[in-house]
């Protein structure tokens, strides 16, 4: 009787197991298709593709070769997102090819303002990661600092320890003029 109990308490005990580990699974999946979603919908942005539109136009006519550049560079930025749109990990190879020209474009925008760093060993090349990850990380640098002649921002990316890829940035944070009676001052946005 003991033994019947045991084992219909470990069934149920490792069924229950499993239904969290499957809840927990789809989560994770939900969660990626949502992230996936999210970058997708930024890099189809009308303001996005009307910035791209705009630095090709004046490119024409100041640097064609870099035009053209610009141009091969947002359609493989355009191709990867399509190419990875259903798939939950990609390589960081891949990864790190869609990064550069990610930053290539916006290289373009903010000119000197802003400088890429990698330190990226050869074999964690083939390590998955989720689609469109660190490209997201640096779009979140850029909007959340303040880009300017004076700070130049820096991103750097790195494998730290041989087991943590990391992305940091320096902090420099947006402000925003407040009046104090006739004095302008300087105040950061929340």
């Known amino acids: 009787n003991i033994y019947i109990y045991s084992l ?4 149920i005990f490792s069924y229950n197991q499993y239904s969290v580990h499957q809840i927990d699974q789809l989560r994770d999946e939900r969660n990626q298709i949502n992230l996936q979603f999210e970058a997708l919908k930024n890099q189809l942005s009308p303001h996005f593709l009307f910035n791209a539109l705009n630095t090709i136009s ?32 990609i390589n960081l190879g ?37 689609p469109l990850t ?15 002649d004076e700070r130049k921002l820096v991103i750097e990316l790195e494998v730290v320890n041989g087991d943590y890829l990391v992305i940091r940035n320096n902090l420099i944070p947006k402000t925003e003029l407040l009046k104090i009676g006739n004095n302008l001052v300087d105040r950061p946005k929340a």
């Open 58 to 89: 004046s490119l024409i006519y100041k640097d064609v070769l870099l035009a053209e550049d610009f141009i091969r560079r947002l359609a493989h930025t355009y191709r990867y997102i399509l190419r990875t749109n259903d798939q939950l990990l």
């Open 94 to 130: 891949s990864e790190l090819e869609m990064l550069r020209s990610y930053f290539f474009m916006q290289k373009i925008k903010y000119e000197a303002c802003i400088e890429f760093r990698e330190n990226i060993p050869e074999s964690v090349l083939d390590t998955l990661i989720p």
């Open 8 to 11: 219909l308490n470990f069934s």
């Open 134 to 148: 660190l490209q997201m990380l640096m779009e979140n640098a850029l909007k959340h600092n303040l880009v300017s």
